[in-house]
């Protein structure tokens, strides 16, 4: 009698995680599911078939200013890093041998699913149990900003989704082996994809600066392992800069055919503290827009409230960060954490200097070249606090959760 209890007692303490698994799997479905509908937008798609052709420029025209194309000399470019295309390379040339297209949405799921289960391993190094660190690592794939660029597989969403997952590798090889070479080649590749996101250099850099039991000739070989491939893709960006636009240091921003406001924003600089008060507004302050027929009516229909194009709040989007200021100073007296905060705020300005703002996103999705960061520390400082998810964090996490699914419904 005394086992059939346990039995049951078991029985009902898997069911709600059962459930609750379900739930969450079905909602990163139909994410995925709707990745394989987006056909438009296929810049690297595109761009992998010029690189097949030995060409650096499109071969076909890929649309007006909402496509962001570079015009110059005649030509059509992208002016984003190239590795997103470079991967979808030998996709193109398979389906080109049967006459179909490889649409980039055929390999953001596996992304996807990869960066799921990076944050998963991460947070069980740290310390979670498998179903907390599952949990968690849902929460930052449909709990955050991410999910607004997970849902649609266009080119922008997707080299972001490609950097995520780069930058998640990083963070994991780093508590964990901290093979420099491969550290090295997985920063090149973020900067061959996101030259924003390459903040997270930062948190390799100032570990071995500032790594008490290495000798000096430790450091420097460290340093050289490290920086080695960084420069390669560097020189490879110049180069393809170069044969581009004939300037290593132009990487075809001036050129985009962009609308009028982004227009005026940019013609203050493409970088420059002017554009720090939209950015910082839209990051911290952003919020849904109220469903009004038009102007002039003040009754909300349903959805009362949609997703606001110009970004929301990172608060709001995932506001279990909140945690985060109600700790003392001294729990963030820890390496790795420090490291990580930094290479965040690096990212950060980086992002806020900017003349773009993101449009047309869910959330503020630029913050998504520094929030991998933000989350490994969040899970750093939680662990070292709690040991385990309360039950007021679970419920915050799924509430966060169905209210971003709400949103992005709007968003689709």
């Given at each position: 009698?005394?086992?059939?209890?346990?039995?049951?007692?078991?029985?009902?303490?898997?069911?709600?995680?059962?459930?609750?698994?379900?739930?969450?799997?079905?909602?990163?479905?139909?994410?995925?599911?709707?990745?394989?509908?987006?056909?438009?937008?296929?810049?690297?798609?595109?761009?992998a078939h010029s690189f097949l052709n030995l060409k650096l420029y499109f071969l076909h025209p890929i649309g007006n200013q909402?496509?962001?194309?570079?015009?110059?000399?005649?030509?059509?470019?992208?002016?984003?890093?190239?590795?997103?295309?470079?991967?979808?390379?030998?996709?193109?040339?398979?389906?080109?041998?049967?006459?179909?297209?490889?649409?980039?949405?055929?390999?953001?799921?596996?992304?996807?699913?990869?960066?799921?289960?990076?944050?998963?391993?991460?947070?069980?190094?740290?310390?979670?149990?498998?179903?907390?660190?599952?949990?968690?690592?849902?929460?930052?794939?449909?709990?955050?900003?991410?999910?607004?660029?997970?849902?649609?597989?266009?080119?922008?969403?997707?080299?972001?989704?490609?950097?995520?997952?780069?930058?998640?590798?990083?963070?994991?090889?780093?508590?964990?082996?901290k093979r420099w070479w491969l550290l090295g080649t997985l920063s090149a590749f973020v900067l061959l994809s996101r030259v924003?996101?390459?903040?997270?250099?930062?948190?390799?850099?100032?570990?071995?600066?500032?790594?008490?039991?290495?000798?000096?000739?430790?450091?420097?070989?460290?340093?050289?392992?490290?920086?080695?491939?960084?420069?390669?893709?560097?020189?490879?960006?110049?180069?393809?800069?170069?044969?581009?636009?004939?300037?290593?240091?132009?990487?075809?921003?001036?050129?985009?055919?962009?609308?009028?406001?982004?227009?005026?924003?940019?013609?203050?600089?493409?970088?420059?503290?002017?554009?720090?008060?939209?950015?910082?507004?839209?990051?911290?302050?952003?919020?849904?827009?109220?469903?009004?027929?038009?102007?002039?009516?003040?009754?909300?229909?349903?959805?009362?409230?949609?997703?606001?194009?110009?970004?929301?709040?990172?608060?709001?989007?995932?506001?279990?960060?909140?945690?985060?200021?109600?700790?003392?100073?001294?729990?963030?007296?820890?390496?790795?954490?420090?490291?990580?905060?930094?290479?965040?705020?690096?990212?950060?300005?980086?992002?806020?200097?900017?003349?773009?703002?993101?449009?047309?996103?869910?959330?503020?999705?630029?913050?998504?070249?520094?929030?991998?960061?933000?989350?490994t520390v969040f899970m750093l400082i939680y662990y070292k606090t709690k040991q385990s998810l309360t039950f007021g964090m679970?419920?915050?996490?799924?509430?966060?959760?169905?209210?971003?699914?709400?949103?992005?419904?709007?968003?689709?």
């Amino acid at each position: 009698m005394k086992l059939q209890k346990i039995d049951t007692a078991n029985k009902d303490q898997k069911s709600p995680k059962q459930a609750i698994g379900f739930l969450l799997s079905f909602i990163l479905l139909i994410v995925i599911i709707n990745t394989f509908f987006i056909s438009n937008s296929q810049q690297f798609a595109n761009l992998a078939h010029s690189f097949l052709n030995l060409k650096l420029y499109f071969l076909h025209p890929i649309g007006n200013q909402t496509q962001n194309p570079v015009y110059y000399k005649g030509k059509e470019f992208f002016d984003d890093g190239p590795l997103p295309a470079i991967i979808l390379m030998p996709f193109e040339a398979l389906f080109k041998l049967f006459h179909l297209f490889f649409y980039q949405g055929y390999l953001q799921w596996i992304l996807i699913i990869l960066t799921l289960n990076i944050i998963y391993k991460i947070a069980q190094l740290i310390g979670f149990k498998k179903y907390d660190a599952l949990l968690l690592a849902f929460t930052f794939i449909l709990g955050s900003v991410y999910v607004g660029v997970a849902i649609n597989s266009s080119s922008w969403y997707f080299a972001q989704v490609i950097t995520t997952y780069l930058v998640f590798l990083i963070i994991y090889e780093y508590l964990t082996q901290k093979r420099w070479w491969l550290l090295g080649t997985l920063s090149a590749f973020v900067l061959l994809s996101r030259v924003s996101a390459f903040a997270i250099v930062f948190l390799l850099i100032l570990d071995i600066l500032f790594n008490n039991r290495s000798s000096i000739k430790a450091k420097l070989t460290n340093m050289i392992k490290l920086s080695f491939p960084v420069l390669l893709a560097g020189i490879l960006i110049g180069l393809y800069n170069y044969l581009r636009f004939g300037d290593p240091l132009n990487g075809g921003y001036l050129y985009q055919a962009i609308d009028q406001t982004a227009r005026y924003s940019r013609s203050k600089g493409l970088f420059s503290l002017k554009h720090i008060p939209f950015n910082f507004y839209h990051l911290v302050f952003g919020t849904p827009i109220i469903n009004t027929p038009n102007s002039n009516n003040w009754i909300a229909n349903f959805p009362y409230f949609e997703n606001n194009p110009l970004g929301l709040s990172i608060f709001i989007t995932s506001p279990y960060l909140i945690f985060l200021f109600y700790q003392s100073r001294k729990i963030f007296y820890q390496k790795d954490i420090i490291f990580l905060l930094i290479s965040a705020f690096v990212g950060l300005i980086i992002v806020l200097t900017y003349f773009g703002v993101g449009t047309y996103q869910f959330g503020y999705r630029y913050s998504l070249d520094f929030l991998p960061e933000i989350f490994t520390v969040f899970m750093l400082i939680y662990y070292k606090t709690k040991q385990s998810l309360t039950f007021g964090m679970k419920f915050l996490f799924l509430l966060t959760i169905a209210f971003n699914f709400y949103l992005i419904l709007s968003f689709i």
